[in-house]
């Protein structure tokens, strides 16, 4: 069983950043694919970036040259560093972990198909 807790979410002005946090527990981040996807109110949750086991990284092109995905295996944290923000980034952040190959987390697919979730942390951007 995969537990993760995320934290780091908050207010910020267009263009400011911040950077959440994910804490795993009950393995290790080097086993599985773990993500960032985020849910706007009114809106289906939508993949955001993610690394894989292999550490392969994959973004989504609405967050490309804005955000960055990384992990502490060390300390089991998955980082999503976010810069140039804008109001529509504004949603809540939840992190996503899956082991396996050919993972649904990795390929930012179907949210419905994750096996594992974090409670979520709320990014707000104002204009």
């Known amino acids: 069983q995969v537990r993760l807790v995320e934290s780091g979410g908050g207010s910020v002005q267009a263009g400011g950043s911040l950077r959440l946090s994910c804490s795993a527990s009950g393995g290790t981040t080097n086993d599985y694919a773990m993500a960032w996807f985020r849910q706007a109110p009114g809106q289906e949750r939508e993949g955001v970036a993610s690394?894989?086991?292999?550490?392969?990284?994959y973004y989504r092109d609405f967050v490309k040259g804005r955000f960055t995905i990384s992990k502490n295996s060390a300390k089991n944290i998955l980082y999503l560093q976010m810069d140039s923000l804008k109001p529509e980034d504004t949603a809540m952040y939840y992190c996503a972990a899956e082991v396996g190959e050919c993972t649904v987390v990795a390929g930012l697919g179907d949210s419905s198909l994750v096996p594992y979730w974090g409670q979520g942390t709320q990014v707000t951007v104002s204009s």
């Open positions: 690394i894989d086991s292999d550490g392969t990284i």
